[in-house]
Structures are given as C-alpha cells and as structure tokens.
C-alpha cells in the first residue's frame, strides 16, 4: 500500500445522460483501503448542480467528494469532480482546469480528461464509461488503452443509454465490460495485479493532450497529430478540420481546438443548418414584408407595372416561404420523435 498522499493508480470516470444515479452507484462501492484519486466528468448544464453533485455523490461514499480546484495536488482517497462549464485535466502531481474550447460539444469534455490521464500516469490510469448518449470517452478510452492503461465499460445492456459503452466496445476491445455493481470488484482485482511497467507515450497522443492543455493552439501542433487536412470546416469556428484516423475510428479537431467524434460533427452540423435556415426564412419574411410595401407605396403612386412587378415578386417568394418551413417543420417533427424513442 502507498503510504504517500499521492495514489498508486488514478481512476477517472465519464457518464452523461442517466449518469447521475450511476456515478452515485459507482461511488459507494469505493472504499477508504484503495490506493486511487478519482476524477469524475459528469456532462452538465452551467448551472450550480455542480455543487449539488458534490452533496449527491459524498452521501454514496466514504471517500473525500470534493470539486476541481486549478492547481490542486493530486491525493488519494479523494474524489474530484469536473464543475459545470469547465475542464478538468490531470498532470502527475496536480489537476488543471481549463475554459478552453469544448470537444465534442461538451466542456467538461470526458475525452479531455482521460486523455490527459493516459499521457500523465499511463499504466497507472483506469478509464470508466458508465451510461450516456452519442460517444464522448471513446477517444480518451482508446488513449488510455494505446499508453497501457485499463479500460472499463458498464454493460451496455444494462446501461440506461447505452450509447457511449457501445461506441468503446465498437472501437477496441477492453479489459472490463461489467455492470455497474460490479465496477468496486473490477478495481480491487486491478490493484491486486502487479503494477504494469510503462510503456511508453504514443507522440500523437501526447500532441493532442498538449493542445487541449492550451487556451490557444498553433498550426504546427495540429500536424503534429498525424492526421490529414479534411474537406470539412469546423461548425464553431468555420477553420479547417483535420483528421485523425485510429483503429478505422475518425476524429476531428481544427487549429483553435474545437474537436468532434464523427457522430458529433454530424450532429453540430445538422444544429447549425436548421439555425442558418431559420435566419433564411425571417430574412425572406422580412423581404416578402418590404415587397408589400414597395407594392402599396407603387399603387397610391399611380405606378401599376411597377406595382404588379413587386407582387409578382412577393408571389414566388411566398413559394419558397412555405417550401422552406415545410422543410424546417419537418425537421422539427423528426427530432422531436428521435428524442422520443
């Protein structure tokens, strides 16, 4: 057992939708004798649930729950907690916390953390997924199994959204794939396996964790990554993306920092396309208002043709009026049934 402060192994955890109840699950299963600090990412909202999580999760567990301080040492039997709107990076001694661009829509970024876990501790990182939608984690998982970490995965069939297990279990086998009341005994097997020794940090993955240790990044860094300029444009910034392809798994980041699984830019895209068609259709709107005018301003003038002219023109703008809300109406209609299912 370490007697230091600093713990042997560092345990960082990632859940999304439904994982409020399953991180509350997960942490009253760690126990006092485990020599681990553990990080948490929860996807939240920017409000002060984070301080509410804090009060939920230290009600579960014996261990110290506490928010993420920039700077802060690292100690074990401690267990630390992403706050809303920002994120959470570790180092080898100290933890970071970052306002810097979000990835994959999200700031706390799941990724994020367990990247920065694999290049500072390596075989001493343990990566958890529990429940949650689309596949934040599945780049940091892959991150910590490429720097001879261990991987663990809740059961997707148990999981209340099975999304982000899958997308881990799709793209690499890992070492655990158990449900969620079995995750306490996952970790006391894991430390009593002799410790691994370190395999060395992949360069490419170690280039990606500098970046999103950086507020602002440079060109050169974004090469660094190994991947290849894309014909895509980041939908947050509009500068390019580049790919970066590993195990037939692609990602996406651009030079600010912005960075996207494939099914995230798809996502971010579609927003952005209704939100650039709505502002089409009020500024048609507003012209098809103005054409009116124009027309009723011509008539009282005595100016038929040029009357007429206004109205035929309002008339097949109209047309494209209604096209478009069709459009946009239907959009709506199947979102609204995909958040149903």
Not at 205 to 222: D, H
Request: glycine residues 8%; contains cysteine; proline residues 3%.
């Amino acid at each position: 057992m370490n007697t230091n402060s600093q713990p042997t192994y560092v345990v960082v955890v990632g859940a999304s939708a439904g994982g409020l109840n399953a991180l509350s699950e997960f942490v009253g299963q760690l126990t006092t004798d485990m020599d681990i600090a553990v990080f948490t990412v929860l996807h939240l909202s920017t409000t002060g649930i984070g301080d509410y999580l804090v009060q939920k999760l230290q009600s579960n567990t014996s261990l110290k729950c506490i928010k993420a301080t920039d700077n802060r040492k690292i100690e074990k039997g401690f267990i630390y907690i992403a706050p809303p709107n920002h994120h959470l990076l570790v180092k080898k001694q100290r933890m970071i916390l970052g306002r810097g661009p979000v990835e994959n829509r999200w700031r706390p970024s799941i990724d994020v953390l367990f990247r920065s876990a694999a290049v500072a501790f390596g075989t001493r990182a343990i990566g958890i997924l529990l429940t949650g939608l689309l596949d934040d984690g599945k780049a940091g998982m892959l991150a910590i199994k490429k720097c001879g970490g261990v991987c663990v995965v809740q059961d997707p069939n148990e999981a209340e959204y099975p999304d982000m297990p899958l997308a881990v279990l799709d793209a690499m086998e890992v070492n655990y794939c158990v449900s969620l009341a079995e995750m306490g005994s996952a970790i006391k097997e894991i430390m009593k396996q002799p410790l691994q020794e370190d395999v060395g940090i992949p360069e490419e993955i170690k280039a990606e964790s500098e970046i999103a240790e950086k507020v602002a990044i440079g060109v050169e860094r974004v090469e660094d990554l190994g991947g290849e300029h894309s014909i895509y444009s980041c939908p947050d910034c509009g500068g390019s993306l580049w790919q970066i392809t590993e195990n037939n798994m692609h990602r996406y980041r651009c030079y600010i920092g912005h960075a996207y699984s494939e099914n995230d830019l798809l996502t971010k895209q579609a927003e952005n396309m209704e939100a650039t068609l709505w502002v089409a259709l009020r500024m048609m709107e507003e012209r098809r208002t103005l054409l009116h005018k124009m027309e009723q301003d011509a008539k009282r003038k005595g100016f038929i043709r040029i009357a007429s002219d206004h109205h035929n023109k309002g008339i097949d703008l109209q047309m494209h009026i209604d096209k478009l809300k069709d459009i946009l109406f239907s959009t709506q209609n199947n979102n609204r049934e995909t958040a149903a299912m």
